[in-house]
């Protein structure tokens, strides 16, 4: 193997990364043992730190932050994904860097690093215009320590001396974070085969036997079609850890993946602009937040924090490591709920209860008083999970009714299960406080992907 290595330059570079990834990793895992204040205390020593940087290098945050750069954290504006794009130039801290260059790299596919130092990652812009986000390769070290961290909270084993075949699909588009993840970690240690979720599941389903992964990392949705695949005997692979991401996952989906390979399903929580942000431990009992690398505010639609047990209306991320392009109280438009409850494991990080709204479209109805209200997912999944079928979507029409995607289920009489989610869903959405109620039901063979190769559960009518 020695000699194979000596021979081939390039995976001697990906070992030289591996390395460096392992020992940021030993330095997390001692982390892991810190008490609630020696987080507080990093977390301000890092916070300081990265604002100390911003304020030096970065023209954007000396005007943003005017009047409040010696406020606490919880005091200074809020950074959206709009306002970054419209100050791209002046936010970063390389004045090398440029954005126009940046899209132009991104467009030819460029798969070496920008201006021979950064790693770059861009959001699917399926909310508007997509986000560029950098990292220098310290950042992006840590970045691969961070999912490296959420395999072993699972149990998985990382260590040069430990060889697991790994299968992600996902995009293999390089700007999409997972799939340069998997890129920078696929080497003889960890042989990674990359699968474009957008494939025919006859494709991914012929590749993934061919190549019987130990370790499966997958967006939600194609992990669960992946298992019902399993389950009709088409698949024939055994992983001992599952991993999904990108949208949420229903205890629908998880009882199905844990019907097709036992208990090996392991959320994690991630995004471009943040890599990791939590995830799953062995003990199942929600996601823990990676409080060493970010500062996550829960708040309400006014910014306001929201207490555990309540869910909030989005995020605020801080991420302390990332100097090159400083995100300070960053918005992410997700709704979760962190846990009340004391932890059940020796992890020291907070607890995300749940997830609400990922990559599903909060529907905006009219109400029964000429008022608008918002519908959250939820109230699809409370009927459409007991309902039997093999897949589902919602859609949003132009004209508000909305047009339910079925997959038929063998053995049930599909006229009734299609009356009995217009019956079950209706009710549902009157007692939201809807008004007129309209709904379709078509049978499909298979729910159709997004362009990312995603199938996202409930999508919202985009003017």
């Known amino acids: 193997m020695l000699n194979q290595l000596i021979e081939d330059r390039p995976q001697i570079q990906k070992v030289v990364t591996l390395v460096k ?40 945050y000396k005007e943003f932050h005017r009047g409040c750069q010696d406020a606490p954290l919880s005091e200074l504006p809020v950074l959206t994904k709009t306002i970054l ?31 021979g130092r950064y790693e770059v990652t861009a959001t699917s812009g399926s909310t508007g215009n997509p986000g560029i986000f950098l990292y220098n390769a310290k950042e992006w070290t840590t970045v691969m320590a961070s999912f490296g961290r959420a395999r072993e909270w699972a149990g998985q084993k990382l260590a040069l001396t430990h060889r697991s075949k790994m299968a992600v699909v996902s995009s293999t588009n390089d700007k999409n974070i997972s799939a340069r993840v998997g890129k920078s970690a696929n080497s003889w240690f960890v042989p990674t085969l990359r ?19 130990q370790v499966v990392v997958a967006y939600t949705s194609m992990a669960y079609y992946l298992a019902l695949e399993q389950l009709a005997g088409h698949l024939t692979i055994h992983p001992a850890k599952v991993f999904t991401s990108s949208e949420v996952t229903t205890p629908q989906i998880r009882r199905t993946i844990e019907q097709a390979w036992g208990k090996v399903v392991f959320d994690e929580y991630a995004t471009t602009e943040t890599a990791t942000i939590a995830a799953e431990c062995t003990r199942h009992h929600g996601l823990h937040l990676f409080e ?5 505010e829960n708040v309400d639609k006014a910014y306001r924090p929201v207490p555990p047990g309540v869910f ?3 995020l605020l991320v801080t991420v302390l490591f990332n100097h090159t392009q400083p995100l300070i109280r960053y918005e992410i438009s997700d709704r979760v709920k962190f846990s ?90 009157i007692d939201q406080g809807v008004g007129a109620v309209c709904i379709t039901v078509e049978k499909v063979a298979a729910i159709p992907k997004a362009k990312s190769g995603k199938s996202p559960l409930v999508t919202a009518y985009q003017k």
Request: aromatic share 8%; with cysteine.
């Open 21 to 60: 990834v392992l020992k940021e990793l030993g330095r997390l895992r001692r982390r892991a043992r810190w008490n609630r204040a020696e987080i507080d205390h990093y977390q301000q020593q890092n916070l300081a730190a990265l604002r100390a940087f911003a304020y030096s290098n970065s023209s954007f």
């Open 85 to 115: 794009m419209e100050n791209f130039d002046r936010l970063v801290t390389d004045p090398q860097i440029n954005q126009e260059q940046v899209r132009n790299y991104l467009a030819e596919g460029a798969s070496d690093q920008y201006l």
């Open 195 to 213: 699968l474009d979720a957008t494939r025919s599941l006859e494709y991914l389903v012929e590749e993934l036997n061919r190549w019987h992964p």
């Open 292 to 296: 060493d690398l970010l500062i996550v």
């Open 312 to 314: 909030g209306d989005k």
């Open 340 to 429: 009340p409850e004391e932890r059940k494991c020796k992890l020291p990080y907070q607890v995300i209860q749940q997830i609400e709204g990922r990559q599903e479209d909060i529907l905006v109805m009219a109400g029964k008083n000429q008022n608008y209200l918002q519908v959250h997912p939820n109230v699809f999944h409370a009927v459409m999970d007991t309902i039997p079928n093999k897949g589902w979507q919602v859609n949003q029409e132009r004209d508000g009714c909305l047009r339910i995607l079925l997959v038929e289920t063998a053995g049930y009489h599909q006229a009734l299960i299609e009356q009995t989610v217009r019956d079950n869903l209706t009710k549902a959405l």
